[in-house]
């Protein structure tokens, strides 16, 4: 599917979620975007704004950009607006769309709880408060948080054709990591083997690259987003790898786990196996609740539950966050209801939304076990995208 296609979807669902919000008007205003973006002009217009840029989408189904001259024939191509450009300001064709519009509500990109929602910077605000200023518009801006997180969140057909295409390139990948493991390879080497894998198939990355894939090679190597290192694979010790693709500007985000067996082992040991179960047992029981309808917070609870009762420590991060354009896509979280997540754990799962699911624990000298999938919401529950790793991956 092109990329003007995959825009037009999300603008149709747009039209549809400002009426099922009842909201009038949904304004994105950017400005130089290859310096700072909008996370949402990607979804609406699959292009870059130099000048100062003004897409404004109706609840009649009204689709109008404003933009300098020489951004005009890129929106063009989108065929989907009513293109306006300009020279020498955007103030006065945006005032006399929103006019002529008369919206009684006028929802724009900002947001105290979400990154994909808090595209608006403080200078265009500004410039908003100055160009309507004496209208009554200026007193009906809202935040757009609860908009953007149901477009991000319900992926269209598209979407999810491009996200199984990175998860199914991950997967190959890892495959390739499989057949190449042996004892004494360190992390650097492992995470050379993937990033060559990466550039041949033309591939992007999840995250940084400095730490995609985050390589993490036995008991002493502190997990989190840092560098692969050193450390090497030593027999008796587990591997953990990190790590997603970006594919036609989507993205996957898997962990995968292997065990070197030690001499005259053909297993891995009890508390390995012990860990490994009670993980997916955790996974499993969030799994059962994860439903449309379901509230992030409550998910996570049920998972978070299984596992401290197993007698582990309460992971200090989320089950599960959206996956989409980005590794973490904004909108509702499966986490406790701490601050840092603010508002994001109250938000409601829905049909169409694509979750990483993930959780990990250490076994005390072997190293950490981390499990991450990927999975869709359906009408009744959950379509397994990526294939589970219900196994421990032994390397003789």
Known sequence: ??????????????????????????????RETLLTTDPCLELIAGTYSAWTGAFLVSATGEKTAIVGRFDVASVEEIGAYEVIGYDESVRPALRETVERLAPQSIALNYSDSDAAADGLTHG??????DTFSGTPFVDRFMSSEAIVNA??????PGEIERIRGAIHETEE?????????RPGLSEVDIAALVQAEVEQRGLGYAWGRDHCPAVNAGPDKEVGHAPPGQFTTKRGELLHIDFGVSSADYCSDLQRVWYILDDGESSAPHDVIEAWSALWASLD?????????AVGWEVDAAARESLVTAGYSEPKFALGHQLGRSAHDGGTVLAPRWDRYGAAPGGVVEEGNI????????????GYIGLEENVLVTADGIEWLSTP???LWLVS
């Open 285 to 293: 029981a969030g799994v059962a609740e994860l439903e449309p309808g």
């Open 124 to 129: 265009l605000w500004r410039l908003l408060q």
């Open 1 to 30: 599917m092109a990329v003007v296609d995959l825009v037009r979807e999300k603008l149709g669902q747009s039209v549809e979620i400002l009426r099922e919000q009842e909201i009038d008007l949904w304004l994105t205003l950017v």
């Open 173 to 181: 990948i890892f495959d390739v990591v499989t057949h190449a493991l």
């Open 389 to 391: 790793q219900r196994e």
């Open 355 to 366: 979750f990483a699911l993930e959780y990990g624990i250490t076994a005390p000298g072997r």
């Open 151 to 156: 477009l991000r969140g319900r992926k269209s």
